[in-house]
Every structure is written in C-alpha cells, then in structure tokens.
C-alpha cells in the first residue's frame, strides 16, 4: 500500500503544482488585459481630439479666408485663390442649374432638386511621430 500513497501524494502534489500556475497564468493574463484595456482607451481618446483637431482646422481655415480672401498673407495666397475659384465655379453650376430649371427643361421639379452641400475637405493631419500611442 505504500506504493498507492505514494502514487496519491504525487498527484496532490502535481495538482497543486498545476492550481499554482493556473492561478499565476490568470494572474498575468488579468494584468495584461488591463493593460490592453487602457491602451485601447487612450487611443480611442487620442482619436477623438484628433477629430476635434481637424474639425477646429477646417473653421480656422474658414475663418482665414473669409476674413483675408482679398488680401492674404503670401504663403496661402495661392490656396485661397484655388478655393475662391472653386467658389466661383459652384456658384456658376447653381445659376446654370437654376436657369435649366427655369426654361422647364426638368420634367419634375421635385425629383430634380439641388443635392445637399457637402463638407469642406479635410485639412491635413499632423504628422504623427509615435505610432504607438
């Protein structure tokens, strides 16, 4: 009988020895998922300001050019002109439309009306300089 005590002590020991590391496995795959989790929630927050950063752009650019169109400062002076023509090239589109809506040339005006304006185009991103963030 000694050999089947022996046997039994050598299992409780193995058992222990696996409950051992199964707790130390939970333990550092329950740190690592914390980590990851305030990763991904630093990311997350990250990319909502860089939202809010492109979108602050876009009015800054709006804001500079409704305000300098007529005299901006050199380094944008072609951009804005590029904008200002690009304006001026909808604006003329519209009365075309408007003058083909006009003469009665649109069977049913109310399936040809004027699609909605689309947002200005993104300004340039910074440029990022660590991609793990």
Do not use: W
Not at 30 to 55: T, Y
């Amino acid at each position: 009988m000694a050999n089947f005590d022996d046997i039994k002590q050598k299992a409780r020991e193995v058992a222990g020895v696996i409950a051992d590391v199964s707790v130390d496995l939970y333990k550092k795959a329950e740190e690592k998922s914390k980590i990851f989790a305030k990763i991904a929630k630093l990311q997350a927050e990250n990319a909502s300001d860089r939202s809010s950063v492109r979108k602050l752009y876009l009015e800054i650019g709006k804001t500079y050019f409704e305000t300098h169109k007529l005299f901006p400062e050199p380094e944008l002076e072609q951009d804005c002109a590029e904008v200002a023509a690009a304006l001026e090239r909808i604006e003329e589109r519209k009365a075309e439309i408007a003058a083909i809506k006009a003469a009665g040339d649109a069977e049913n005006d109310a399936e040809y009306t004027e699609a909605p304006e689309e947002p200005a185009p993104e300004a340039p991103q910074p440029e990022e300089t660590d991609s793990a963030e």
